[in-house]
């Protein structure tokens, strides 16, 4: 997803966020760090009270995520490159998963994140512009266009950007509030662009997106939970009250190991489940307050 969509997350975390003593000089960072990550966070938010564990825990997950990213994106693009058409269609909604999951943590790469998950209408000559790039001008090509002729470069440059992703976050510090503002960001992005289905227009793979964001909150929320539990048992319980509603009503849509296409959602169900995950993701917004992040 563009910056253009993401800045209140952005917002949010930008104060938050602290580079470990392993990442780059603060007077020389990369290029493609976003201000988040270029900015050291206030003195006292290292100092905040706790929660070094799951905190810990998060920054290794999200690794491994990323390196589950880099291993699908690899076999996606081998497939554009040998250009079998049907095997890159097969592969694109599963490949975008791992980047899903860790959004609100890849997010703070504007630049990475523009040539890795921009959609066509974020450039003035939209599917024409010469920028377009990354996995969702992979899309166009496999299920609009069906030619992937000269595509190489992107496909390259998709895979090399997975991998500079890898880099930049392996040396990230950051703080539980931002970890679990990142529960409520998926939600609400859930409810704000994916339920509209405009996100994957070409290939229709948007369950694909909406379940992987609702992996990545529910991870925050376990790995908190008896935090949470201890704080504030009756917002835990809406929580996973509210997580259960959705996870019903994407359950009928389940297709073998993944999900229809988007078209087949009924209307009542699209509006079902941007209330369900609009409720959701208010739910989870409290969370910070129950934990003592402000």
């Known amino acids: 997803m563009p910056l253009r969509r993401r800045l209140p997350a952005l917002g949010a975390v930008a104060s938050l966020l602290l580079l470990s003593a392993c990442a780059r000089p603060p007077e020389a960072p990369a290029a493609d760090a976003g201000p988040a990550a270029a900015e050291a966070a206030p003195a006292d938010a290292a100092a905040a009270p706790g929660y070094r564990a799951q905190l810990d825990a998060y920054h290794a997950w999200v690794l491994a995520q990323i390196e589950q990213l880099e291993r699908d994106t690899g076999a996606f693009v081998d497939a554009v490159n040998s250009g079998d058409l049907d095997a890159a269609a097969r592969l694109y909604g599963p490949s975008r998963q791992a980047w899903e999951r860790i959004e609100p943590i890849a997010g703070l790469y504007p630049e990475l994140d523009r040539r890795i998950d921009a959609r066509a209408d974020d450039f003035k000559e939209a599917e024409a512009s010469t920028e377009f790039g990354g996995w969702h001008r992979l899309e166009y090509a496999i299920f609009s266009q069906r030619d992937v002729d000269g595509l190489g470069p992107v496909a390259a440059r998709l895979v090399a950007d997975t991998r500079r992703l890898h880099d930049e976050v392996a040396g990230l510090r950051f703080d539980a509030a931002t970890v ?3 529960a409520s960001e998926l939600i609400e992005e859930v409810a704000a662009t994916k339920v509209s289905g405009e996100e994957n227009r070409y290939a229709g793979t948007d369950l694909w997106d909406i379940h992987a964001n609702l992996e990545g909150s529910r991870r925050i929320v376990d790995l908190f939970r008896q935090d949470i539990a201890a704080a504030e048992p009756a917002l835990l319980a809406q929580v996973d009250a509210d997580f259960a509603r959705i996870d019903a009503l994407l359950a009928p849509y389940r297709e073998g190991g ?20 609009a409720a959701l993701a208010e739910s989870l917004s409290r969370l910070r307050g129950a934990l003592g992040l402000g």
């Open 180 to 182: 679990v503002a990142g």
């Open 258 to 277: 993944g999900w229809t296409h988007y078209e087949q959602v009924a209307a009542a169900d699209r509006n079902e489940l941007k209330g369900a995950s």
